[in-house]
């Protein structure tokens, strides 16, 4: 791994990101009987969330953590409270972007890529958290369930001395033991110049596919950085991952070759692109971070950069090489608990369901102390904060997700492909709903509304809700509405066309 760290800045946001605790505005109401709502089934998450904050509370005092306990002791409260009375008239309210989206059963399913699901998401981690410590065998007990991918930095002509091999031979032996796969950041440290068709790179490639895993191969990532010593000149670069794409196809059919650049800068990504014939999978570093330029900074979420990448490179299966959320700034040891909590959510709850050829997120969970050894400034260690720690293991808890690489997986027979407008047809229909964060802070919860009628209310992402209308029903608009914490409306939505998809 590069000695450098990582100032990767999404708007005010750091990035390569459910409920969350949120902005507490407070003015007395008059309750009042709440209008009709639709009765429908509630989503598994949605139906123990109050059992989850209870939990997460009883952890919080455990620890010690008594203003964390409150505030999850607080969630409840909100929800047993339920909406103001002011919920459906939303004048005056500001307007922020959203989205609506339909779930629909998937396409006919086109030939997939080498290792590629036909839906859902592996799940990946780096496992250099303090819990885990490397010893990947660990995460599956800590996390609570099995990752399919595992990440692990080689770095250009190191013998690795306890195999006598250039590849990771006891990493990857680990890695089988799991049923799992290996992504290898690789990374030709001496520059371009020092890429040849030699005996190295031959030997390399011999022992990957005697490793009997499949192998994602993230050669010279980040291309587009000049932090990198591979970055300049886009020409030679192209050249040398062909040669690497070329020697792997020949030695070592197991692995896939992954072209990951950084989400920043964006004007330089194109110029470095092998070529379709090239690239098995596309990947990105994607990160969230509370300050930029030394400044908190809590505008934005990772959905804000990552859809335009998207759009020019979903030909092609997508993963998030390596990802995180700082929630601790090293340098004036701050926590930004409940903001990580709540760019969690969106990392995990909403962007592979409105992004679906995102096939993969691995997990860069780097502990505090080794942040500070390799002079980083933000801790991404899950386990480090009690509020990512929570959510990260009650999300991946989805069926969505996958622990296990099988080419043509499908978990789930659906996809949320996104309305061009505000109309849900009629008939049992299942609908996700996307708001934009203000000042970096999910709404606490999100309601649908068709008039003055609510069709549904969420409290933690993804914000999914079934409906079942009528035909005259259906030539209703509906909209969303955004709540405070103490369960007032915040904002209101009408649906416009999902970001990075117009």
């Not at 123990?48 to 999850?72: F, H, L, R, T």
């Not at 591979?230 to 020697?247: C, Q, S, T, V």
């Not at 780097?366 to 990512?388: K, P, W």
């Not at 609510?454 to 809700?465: A, Q, T, V």
Request: proline content about 8%; overall charge neutral; glycine content about 8%.
């Amino acid at each position: 791994m590069s000695k450098r760290k990582r100032m990767l800045r999404l708007g005010g946001v750091v990035i390569g990101f459910t409920a969350a605790c949120f902005i507490l505005m407070q003015y007395a109401v008059n309750r009042q009987p709440q209008p009709e709502a639709l009765p429908q089934p509630m989503p598994e998450q949605q139906a123990s969330v109050i059992d989850y904050w209870d939990m997460q509370a009883a952890a919080a005092e455990q620890m010690g953590q008594s203003a964390v306990a409150q505030d999850y002791r607080g969630r409840i409260a909100s929800f047993k409270a339920g909406p103001a009375p002011e919920e459906t008239r939303t004048e005056g309210l500001p307007e922020i972007p959203a989205a609506l989206y339909i779930r629909t059963p998937l396409p006919s399913v086109h030939e997939p890529a080498k290792y590629e699901p036909v839906s859902g998401t592996y799940l990946g981690m780096l496992g250099a958290d303090k819990r885990v410590g490397y010893d990947v065998a660990k995460i599956e007990g800590v996390y609570g369930r099995r990752h399919a991918l595992y990440l692990s930095y080689v770095g250009w002509r190191k013998l690795q001395t306890d195999t006598n091999t250039y590849f990771p031979e006891r990493t990857a032996a680990r890695v089988n033991q799991l049923g799992g796969a290996l992504q290898i950041g690789w990374e030709p440290r001496y520059g371009l110049d020092d890429v040849l068709d030699d005996e190295y790179v031959r030997r390399f490639a011999r022992e990957a596919k005697a490793s009997g895993i499949p192998i994602f191969l993230r050669y010279a990532s980040e291309m587009n950085g000049a932090w990198v010593p591979w970055h300049g000149n886009p020409a030679k670069y192209i050249e040398k991952f062909r040669l690497i794409h070329d020697i792997m196809a020949e030695e070592a059919p197991n692995v896939a070759m992954v072209w990951s650049p950084n989400f920043s800068p964006v004007d330089t990504i194109d110029d470095y692109y092998p070529g379709d014939a090239y690239v098995d999978w596309v990947g990105f570093s994607l990160y969230a971070t509370p300050v930029s330029g030394g400044k908190e900074d809590l505008n934005g979420s990772i959905i804000d950069r990552f859809a335009p990448l998207y759009v020019k490179y979903k030909h092609k299966p997508i993963m998030i090489s390596e990802g995180a959320i700082a929630h601790t700034v090293l340098e004036t040891d701050k926590s930004y608990g409940s903001w990580a909590e709540s760019q969690l959510g969106y990392m995990y709850g909403l962007l592979p369901r409105m992004f679906p050829q995102v096939k993969a997120i691995t997990y860069f969970n780097f502990s505090r102390s080794q942040a500070l050894r390799t002079h980083m400034e933000y801790v991404y260690d899950l386990g480090e904060n009690i509020y990512t720690d929570g959510l990260y293991r009650r999300l991946i808890t989805s069926r969505w997700f996958l622990d296990t690489i099988q080419e043509g997986a499908s978990p789930v027979d659906y996809t949320y492909p996104p309305m061009d407008k505000a109309y849900v047809p009629s008939g049992k229909q299942t609908v996700m709903v996307y708001m934009k964060p203000q000042e970096g802070l999910a709404p606490f919860a999100v309601a649908l509304y068709q008039g003055d009628r609510r069709l549904g209310i969420r409290y933690e992402m993804p914000w999914e809700f079934e409906t079942n209308l009528t035909l005259e029903q259906a030539s209703i608009p509906v909209r969303a509405v955004a709540y405070h914490r103490d369960m007032t409306p915040a904002a209101a939505a009408s649906f416009q066309p999902a970001p990075g998809l117009k």
